[in-house]
């Protein structure tokens, strides 16, 4: 195709603010792609992870709880880890399945919902346990045991999903108007 029947649109396409949210969207869900895709080849990629032992069976061997930290990540790192892990998870709720803009977009929520899930126990799996959430790292502690850096998987799933919330609320949710829908009376 040559070069000039290539479109690229007007310059005050520029200052539209779909444009810009456009364009915020396409950089978080990038963020989120290289996120998952870099850590989880940094996760199972021999010799970059400091000695810390493959996913499988981790936690059994070494005798601590279901979600505990590998040797070398500390508790701060960890919530950074969560809150991206969970920014992720509900940045791709809200994109799929919450965001009434969106309209019914069928069974491609849950499959994308899915996927984000998938990739992060990937990327964050053997560093923390990829809990996303404080109920996935409660249960395993009651039973376990095992408290060591519990906190960790309150407030970093808690403040990534703050953030996520409030940043697709007011940038892509807004305070637009959504049409009623029918009520159905009997």
Known sequence: MPVSRIAL???????HPDTAKAAVSE???MLIFVFAGSGSGMAFAPGLRGGVPPPQGRHRRRGRGA???????GAWNAVVLEMV???GLV??????AVDPKKGDLGVIAPIAIGF?????????GPFDGASMNPAASFGPAVVSGVWDNHWVYWVGP??????AALI???????HATHDQLPSTDY
Not at 67 to 73: A, F, P, R
Not at 91 to 96: N, Q, S
């Open 9 to 15: 649109g007007a310059p005050g396409e520029l200052s």
């Open 67 to 73: 979600s505990s930290l590998s040797g070398g990540v």
């Open 116 to 124: 984000i899930v998938g990739a992060n126990i990937l990327a964050g």
């Open 85 to 87: 892990m969970t920014f």
């Open 158 to 163: 808690f403040a990534g999903a703050a953030i």
């Open 27 to 29: 950089f978080i869900s």
């Open 91 to 96: 940045y791709t709720v809200y994109a799929t």
């Open 168 to 174: 697709y609320d007011i940038i892509f949710i807004g």
